[in-house]
């Protein structure tokens, strides 16, 4: 029932757009991956279904792609995450080592948020912002609804078993349209606020993200429009690595060509690694 899937609805009565997620198997494997500090690991979750649920706007089967940063002062140094229009996601957190005196996570003004939407046109769209909330749906909420000038809503459940396995991770995002009447988003602000259940304690009861979207907006129906596999993918490749090699200094380079042995690169989202050879770096030294 909770697999991973983005899914488009609209809700005609209402005037309504929604957008589910619901990424168990993604959310495990990017743990999985990164291994990261409990507190960390909520973050980094709850960063990658928001990701998806800002990607089901692109236009569906193209090119196009997002990416979300997220950069603190706090424990958390960096949480990226990169989406596109064809279900694929890949993201990363960085922790700070001596987290001794440091607060947890994100603070309300004591960090950016940058979301980049790559449309296929000349140039990338690019927000970026001082932190509003510290809480990611909030973040979320807050820049679709100021900087996008779309009121929106956003619901990101994400919950483990005493064994630290994750039993739910989704998120929920409704929006508004041009023509939504005006008392219908403070019924929708209040439904959030207030739900009856929360979207963890619904998911983990076994039943679908629909039916509480549905529950959420007083059993209004839902149109499904169209849903989607989400799948945690790297694009990464020896080619690619070498190219990023490619860029350092010669100095750089050099010492790594007089060391010797292999050197390893690792990709910083799926944590790949790729071999390069002595020989390998100096065929990328500039010709003389
Ligand atoms: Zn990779």
């Known amino acids: ?38 507190a960390a690991a909520a973050h980094l979750v709850r960063a990658l279904n928001g990701t998806a649920l ?58 950016i948020l940058r979301v980049t939407r790559n449309l296929g046109l000349k140039e990338p769209y690019t927000y970026a912002g001082p932190l509003q909330r510290g809480d990611i749906a909030g973040e979320l909420a807050y820049y679709l609804t100021v900087s996008e000038q779309v009121p929106s809503a956003l619901i990101l ?13 989704g998120g929920l995002l409704i929006q508004t349209l041009p023509d939504t009447p005006p008392g219908v988003i403070e019924l929708v602000e209040d439904r959030v606020r207030n739900p009856r ?33 989400l ?6 490749s020896y ?5 990023v090699l490619c860029t350092l200094p010669r100095s750089e380079l050099d010492s790594m060509i007089e060391e010797g042995g292999n050197t390893e690169v690792v990709c910083t989202f799926c944590r790949e690694k790729y071999l390069f050879t002595a020989d390998d770096l100096r065929e990328m030294l500039p010709s003389q």
């Open 197 to 229: 259940l929360s979207l963890a304690d619904h998911l983990a009861s076994g039943n679908d993200i629909y039916s509480y979207a549905m529950e959420l907006l007083d059993n209004a129906p839902l149109h499904l429009l169209q849903s989607q596999p």
């Open 54 to 111: 800002l990607s089901a706007s692109l236009k569906l089967d193209t090119d196009q792609n997002l990416s979300l940063s997220l950069t603190g002062n706090g424990s958390l140094r960096e949480i990226h995450i990169q989406a596109d229009a064809r279900g694929h996601i890949r993201g990363y957190v960085s922790e700070r080592e001596d987290q001794a005196g440091q607060h947890i996570g994100f603070l309300p003004g004591d960090g």
């Open 239 to 243: 080619d690619m690595l070498r190219g």
């Open 157 to 169: 459940a994400f919950e483990t078993n005493d064994s630290a396995i994750i039993r739910v991770s």
């Open 231 to 236: 799948t945690l993918s790297c694009r990464c």
């Open 1 to 38: 029932m909770n697999q991973d899937v983005l899914s488009r609805l609209l809700c005609p009565d209402l005037h309504l757009r929604i957008y589910t997620v619901t990424s168990p198997g993604a959310s495990r494997e990017i743990l999985r991956l990164h291994q990261p500090s409990p």
